[in-house]
C-alpha cells in the first residue's frame, strides 16, 4: 500500500513541490532499523530468547545480536556481551512492515496524538520510540512475559528535513503539524 502510493501519488506531489526533474531523483525510503536493548535480560538466556523471538515476529526477520564495545563497569557490562537485538528491514519486507506501522499498529497506541516533527533529523531519518511491544498484533498477550520497548528509524535519502517531513506526511504517516 505504501509502496503503491508512493509510485501514485508521491513522486508526482514531491516532483511538483520541491521541481525535480526525475522521477529517481524523488526521495524514498531506503531501509527501516527496529532495535531494542536487552536490559534486565542481560544474564538471563531465556528472557533474550523470548525478546528475539518476539522482535523475529514483529519484523519477519531474525534479529542479529548487538555486542558491548567495552566494559562498562557500573552497569556490568563487558566487551563482547549481548546487550541489545537489531533488524534491517529492506524491500518487500520493508514496505509490509511499514504498512502494519502506519495502518494497524500506531493507531493502537494509548494517548496517540501524531507523531513530532522534530523526531525527524536533519538528514530525513524518522525515529519512533515504542514503550510497550506488545501494541503489534503480531504478539499473543496470553503469551506475554516480558514487555521490552523498541526504537524504530525509518532511513530516507531525503536531502534535508524539509523533504523528509513532506515525503512522510504524503505517505500517510500522522505527522503532528507543530
Do not use: W
Amino acid at each position: 500500500m505504501i509502496l503503491e502510493k508512493y509510485k501514485k501519488e508521491v513522486i508526482l506531489a514531491m516532483k511538483e513541490k520541491f521541481g525535480y526533474q526525475n522521477d529517481l531523483a524523488v526521495p524514498k525510503i531506503i531501509k527501516v532499523v527496529v532495535n531494542t536493548g536487552i536490559g534486565k535480560a542481560l544474564k538471563n538466556e531465556k528472557m533474550q530468547e523470548t525478546i528475539s523471538k518476539d522482535l523475529a515476529m514483529i519484523t519477519g526477520q531474525k534479529p542479529v545480536p548487538c555486542l558491548a564495545r567495552g566494559a562498562i563497569s557500573g552497569f556490568k557490562i563487558r566487551e563482547g556481551m549481548v546487550v541489545g537485538l537489531k533488524t534491517t528491514l529492506r524491500g518487500k519486507k520493508m514496505y509490509e512492515f511499514l504498512d502494519r506501522l502506519v495502518g494497524a499498529t500506531i493507531p493502537r497506541i494509548r494517548d496517540f496524538r501524531g507523531l513530532l516533527e522534530k523526531s525527524i533529523d536533519k538528514e530525513g531519518n524518522l525515529t519512533i520510540g515504542i514503550k510497550e511491544h506488545i501494541i503489534f498484533s503480531e504478539i499473543a498477550h496470553e503469551d506475554v512475559r516480558l514487555i521490552f520497548g523498541l526504537e524504530i528509524t525509518v532511513v530516507t535519502n531525503a536531502k534535508d528535513r524539509n523533504e523528509a517531513v513532506e515525503l512522510f506526511r504524503l505517505l500517510g504517516f500522522p505527522i503532528k503539524v507543530e
